[in-house]
C-alpha cells in the first residue's frame, strides 16, 4: 500500500465526523436559537444591494449554512434566493411563524421587470455607439469637412496629417468626428424627415489654424476618410447605459432596420418614430411587439383580433427630437417595420 492510500481511509473518516458534527451543531442551533456573533445587533437587519442569505450568515454567526435557520426565521421570503435591499430580517429564533414578520416598508419599491435579462455585449455596444450616430437634418452638412492634405492622396487613415475646413474659429485640441450620411429616417405617414443616420469614419484633432485653414491629425480611423466628408463636434460616448422605464406610457413604431434590411433580430440597429418630444433617453428600455392575427371565431362565425405578441427588446441608444436608434437586445421572431414598441412603468 502507497503513503497516500494509507490516508485515504483517515482522511474519509476525518470527513465524515466534520459533517456529523456541523449536521449536531445545526440541529443544536434549531433547538436552542441561533446565536449572531456580532454584538448589540440592531434587529431587525435591513438587506443591502448585493446580499445574499449565505453571506449574511457567514457575517454574522460565522458559519454561511446558517442561512437556512435565518430563512426559516423570516418566512415572508418565499426564495431565498432573491432577497432585495430594503428587505428586513430577523434573527429572533423565537418568532415561529412568518406571519409576525415584519415586511419590507412601503417606500421599498421592487421593479424586477426593469432589470435588462442578461448583460449587454461590450463590444457589441461600443460599435454600435462609436461608428454611427444618428442626426437631425439639419445637421448632416457638419460644421465642416475634409478639404486636403500635405501630399496628393484622396483618401486617409490613422495619424495621417490633413487640413479641415471649418465653419468658426476652432482652437488646438479640439477633437471633431469625421462622418458620412448613409440613411434617412423618414415618417411612413408623412414622409417628413425624422433624423439622418450617419457612419462615423474616425476622429481628428485640431493642430492650428493658418489663414482659415486647420492643420489636423487623424487620431482613430473606423474606415476610409477621403476629402470631402464632413466633421462634427466630437460625441463622450458613455458605454455604462443605465436602463430605464419611460415614465409615461409610450407607444410608436419601427420606421427603419439599418442598412435597408427586410428584416431584423437581436444585436441589430432600428429606427422608432420615437424621441426626445416623446420622453425618449438614451437607455431608455422598449417592447417590440407584434399585432394579433384575426382569425374566425369556430362558433360565432366572426372575425377576432387576437392580442399583441411580445417579440422582442430594445435600447434606446441617440434619441433625437422625433425619433431614436435602439439597439435590439433580444428577439423571439424577425423583427419589421411596421412593428409596434411601446414603453412605459406597465410595459
Do not use: C
Not at 495621417?160 to 448613409?182: E, M, Q, V, W
Amino acid at each position: 500500500m502507497t503513503f497516500r492510500h494509507r490516508l485515504l481511509p483517515g482522511l474519509v473518516a476525518m470527513l465524515l465526523l466534520a459533517s456529523v458534527a456541523h449536521a449536531q451543531a445545526t440541529a443544536n442551533s434549531t433547538q436552542v436559537g441561533i446565536q449572531p456573533v456580532k454584538a448589540n445587533l440592531q434587529q431587525p437587519y435591513i438587506v443591502k444591494k448585493g446580499d445574499t442569505l449565505w453571506d449574511i450568515a457567514n457575517y454574522f454567526f460565522k458559519d454561511p449554512m446558517q442561512w437556512l435557520n435565518i430563512w426559516e426565521d423570516n418566512l415572508y421570503i418565499t426564495n431565498p434566493d432573491l432577497i432585495y435591499p430594503g428587505n428586513k430580517i430577523w434573527f429572533d429564533s423565537h418568532r415561529k411563524s412568518g406571519l409576525t414578520i415584519v415586511r419590507p416598508s412601503p417606500e421599498v419599491i421592487l421593479r424586477p421587470v426593469q432589470r435588462l435579462k442578461g448583460n449587454l455585449d461590450s463590444p457589441l455596444l461600443l460599435t454600435a455607439m462609436q461608428r454611427q450616430d444618428f442626426i437631425q437634418p439639419e445637421q448632416e452638412q457638419g460644421v465642416g469637412y475634409v478639404l486636403a492634405s500635405p501630399d496628393e492622396r484622396l483618401n486617409y487613415g490613422l495619424h495621417d496629417h490633413i487640413y479641415l475646413k471649418l465653419n468658426h474659429p476652432t482652437p488646438a485640441g479640439t477633437l471633431f468626428d469625421i462622418f458620412r450620411s448613409t440613411d434617412t429616417i423618414k415618417s411612413p405617414k408623412t414622409g417628413k424627415k425624422l433624423g439622418v443616420l450617419v457612419e462615423d469614419l474616425g476622429q481628428v484633432r485640431v493642430e492650428a489654424q493658418e489663414n482659415g485653414i486647420y492643420p489636423a491629425i487623424i487620431t482613430r480611423a473606423f474606415a476610409e476618410i477621403s476629402r470631402g466628408d464632413r466633421v462634427k463636434p466630437a460625441r463622450s460616448i458613455n458605454l455604462y447605459l443605465q436602463p430605464t422605464q419611460a415614465q409615461q406610457q409610450l407607444s410608436g413604431s419601427i420606421v427603419y432596420i439599418r442598412g435597408g434590411a427586410h428584416e431584423a433580430a437581436q444585436n441589430q440597429v432600428i429606427g422608432v418614430d420615437l424621441g426626445k418630444k416623446h420622453g425618449m433617453k438614451a437607455g431608455t428600455q422598449l417592447s417590440i411587439m407584434r399585432t394579433g392575427r384575426t382569425v374566425r371565431d369556430p362558433v360565432s362565425g366572426k372575425p377576432v383580433q387576437l392580442p399583441p405578441e411580445k417579440i422582442g427588446d430594445a435600447l434606446v441608444l441617440v434619441p433625437q427630437t422625433l425619433a431614436s436608434i435602439a439597439l435590439i437586445t433580444d428577439s423571439t421572431a424577425p423583427i419589421y417595420i411596421g412593428d409596434t414598441v411601446i414603453g412605459g412603468p406597465e410595459q
